[in-house]
């Protein structure tokens, strides 16, 4: 059975940085492609973010390049959202995700594509 829990969210001011971790097990973690999604209130879930199985190439979407990294520890099957220069349209619960398909070669933006999702974190940004 594949569990993810995600943990690192909290209430943090606009400018400010937070780091949300995802824990998986019940899977081969190392050969996972793993994706970040979120999802304000009154929107639908968005992509954020995914990290290909061995952390050589990462995929983002348009408004949170280069603020937000995605890494991965495969010895501790935890993968990493980093976000610097939060604002408070970022606000949302944030979820991870993994991908159903073993060792692709290319990170996916499409929700459809992921299997197992953890139960989210919250992450509040006031201006």
């Known amino acids: 059975q594949v569990q993810l829990a995600e943990s690192g969210g909290t209430l943090v001011q606009a400018g400010g940085s937070l780091r949300l971790s995802c824990a998986a097990s019940?899977?081969?973690?190392?050969?996972?492609?793993l994706g970040w999604f979120r999802q304000a209130p009154g929107k639908e879930r968005e992509f954020v973010g995914a990290?290909?199985?061995?952390?050589?190439?990462?995929y983002y979407t348009d408004s949170v390049k280069g603020r937000f990294t995605i890494s991965r520890d495969n010895a501790k099957n935890t993968v990493y959202l980093q976000m610097n220069s939060l604002k408070p349209e970022d606000t949302a619960v944030y979820y991870c995700?993994?991908?159903?398909?073993?060792?692709?070669?290319?990170?996916?933006?499409?929700?459809?594509?992921?299997?197992?999702w953890g139960q989210g974190t919250q992450v509040t940004v006031s201006s």
């Open positions: 995700a993994a991908d159903r398909l073993p060792f692709r070669r290319t990170p996916t933006p499409n929700s459809e594509e992921y299997t197992s």
């Open positions: 019940g899977l081969t973690f190392s050969n996972c492609p």
């Open positions: 990290i290909t199985w061995i952390g050589s190439n990462t």
